[in-house]
């Protein structure tokens, strides 16, 4: 069965009613989520601080209805999805190469995408349909320059739409679509919790900081060295465009808790700080348990 892809535009969270070319759910069905659905932004290496936060929901106990997510944290959102445990996850984040699966250096991206679709296949089931709770994954159409959401039929699919970075990994064909990573658009995808029926938002953000925000160390190093090089400049530009970015969407759909951990110089491709980014995501979800109690619990 194919990914089955539909257009962010279709389905405005303000609609009380499903567009008639809105996937079917069973969630949706009985008339809404009755929790909270849970948001994974995308962020590269920086995404693994969700396996964190997840591991503190479950252990205290205020799990989500639904789940949405873009890019690294479409990925982690569909683990959780599928029913993984916060313990489950760390131990699968430390065992895999994440740079052998999500190399985001500029290339062809063919070994990569084969060795993606063969670890997805061997850990994921084949549909969203399998899945124990609703997942949106987001995407980006490269042809009309529209973000979608990824619902239903092929998972595998989807997620490697929606971690397919620009320049390093070629986009996947889905109908009339080409599509690349979710984050080009909207990086902390809280309207894809909504699409889904959530009526309350618990949303991760794992963007890189603001330059202002950067860490003093790098900061004093960019002062010295004019020149960041082609590559890295170009990630950097990337990374400076999805935080404005994700500034406004955010204020366009708030959702009811923000999470921002701290994550210090952890960039796109850290994948050996999985430790960091895990900690600093139990960190942020700890400090706002309270909070996050309140309003979801």
């Not at 969700?50 to 944290?73: C, F, K, N």
């Not at 010295?224 to 999805?242: K, T």
């Not at 204020?251 to 980014?277: E, K, T, W």
Request: net charge neutral; hydrophobic share 45%.
């Amino acid at each position: 069965m194919a990914a089955h892809a539909v257009e962010s535009g279709h389905a405005p969270a303000s609609c009380p009613s499903p567009a008639p070319d809105t996937p079917r759910h069973p969630v949706r069905e009985r008339g809404g989520v009755s929790g909270y659905g849970l948001v994974l932004g995308g962020g590269g290496a920086r995404g693994l601080a969700h396996v964190g936060v997840w591991q503190v929901l479950e252990e205290r106990g205020v799990l989500p209805d639904v789940v949405a997510g873009t890019s690294m944290g479409g990925l982690v959102g569909a683990f959780i999805a599928a029913g993984y445990s916060g313990e489950e996850l760390e131990r699968l984040s430390r065992s895999v190469s994440w740079r052998r699966l999500l190399d985001l250096r500029p290339g062809p991206g063919l070994i990569r995408t084969s060795s993606l679709t063969a670890w997805l296949a061997h850990h994921l089931p084949p549909t969203f349909e399998e899945l124990k709770r609703p997942l949106a994954i987001t995407a980006t159409d490269m042809l009309s320059g529209r973000a979608v959401y990824l619902t239903r039929g092929d998972l595998h699919t989807a997620l490697r739409a929606t971690t397919a970075y620009p320049g390093a990994l070629e986009p996947v064909p889905v109908d009339d679509m080409l599509l690349s990573d979710g984050g080009i658009l909207n990086q902390v995808p809280v309207d894809a919790a909504l699409f889904l029926g959530a009526r309350r938002v618990l949303a991760v953000d794992v963007t890189a900081p603001d330059p202002l925000e950067l860490h003093e160390r790098r900061v004093l190093l960019w002062k010295r060295e004019a020149s960041l090089g082609p590559l890295r400049a170009l990630r950097r530009s990337v990374e400076i465009m999805q935080a404005q970015l994700t500034d406004a969407r955010i204020s366009l759909y708030r959702p009811d808790v923000l999470l921002r951990p701290h994550l210090g110089d952890i960039d796109l491709m850290n994948f050996n700080r999985a430790a960091q980014a895990t900690q600093a995501g139990r960190d942020a979800a700890l400090a706002e348990l309270p909070r996050i109690r309140a309003l979801l619990g």
